[in-house]
């Protein structure tokens, strides 16, 4: 299979392909008590994720109480949270829609996770139990093999898993929450990036030293090999900016 079919694969899978949320979505969810807002709040927020409202589209408030099932009060709490985590802005008299992040944004965002994740492998690292590593290095075969077979979605759900398993493995909820955000500001550009031709193969050594790291206890090592793998995370966003539309 070629890397433009893998990547329309991937796209697809992912809800990279900028499909319109007023698609045909089956029945209406039942609708459910203005309690619910924590459950609505979610449920928008991985629909933005997942690619499901594209950048710059309008997010109408009747529109999603019909869809979620959820009172139009809940929708509007929802909204305002979305909006304080940079995933949604408010336009005067027009409304919520979905916040677009610059390629700037979005390098600038990967700089505060060097600073970020480099501290969560460091911790993860002094903190890994025998079966801790046993699993980061499980998570590591499987991306090579993936490589191995050009899958491309199977390399990235083992990449996100290993950037969970080292968050969580880190101790530090804080950066966990703030890690968790700045991913989903910036999912598009990472779905731009994953359908880069190549890619996994050049992120497969970065992602395995700092498995390596992690799982010899070194935590500077590990924070390093964070830091290398996101400096070229970097230099792949901008060479795919510049890659003309296919």
Known sequence: MSDVRRGADLSADLGASGARADAPA????ARRGEGDADAVLGEIRDAIVRGEYVPDQRLVE?????????????VRTALLQL?????????Q???????????????EISEVRMAVEGLCAAKAAERAKADDAAELRGIGARMEAAVAMGDVLGYSEANQLLHQRIRALSGQGTAERVLERL???????QFRLALQPGRPAVSLPEHLAIIEAICSGDARAAERAVRRHLGSVIEALKAANHQPPR
């Open 83 to 91: 909006a304080n985590e940079g995933l949604v802005e408010r336009v």
């Open 93 to 107: 008299n027009r409304g919520a829609r979905v916040r677009t992040v610059s390629l700037e944004e979005a390098i």
């Open 26 to 29: 089956g029945p209406a969810p």
């Open 183 to 189: 991913r989903a500001q910036s999912v598009r550009h």
């Open 62 to 74: 009747a529109d999603l109480s019909a869809r979620f099932g959820a009172g139009r009060s809940a």
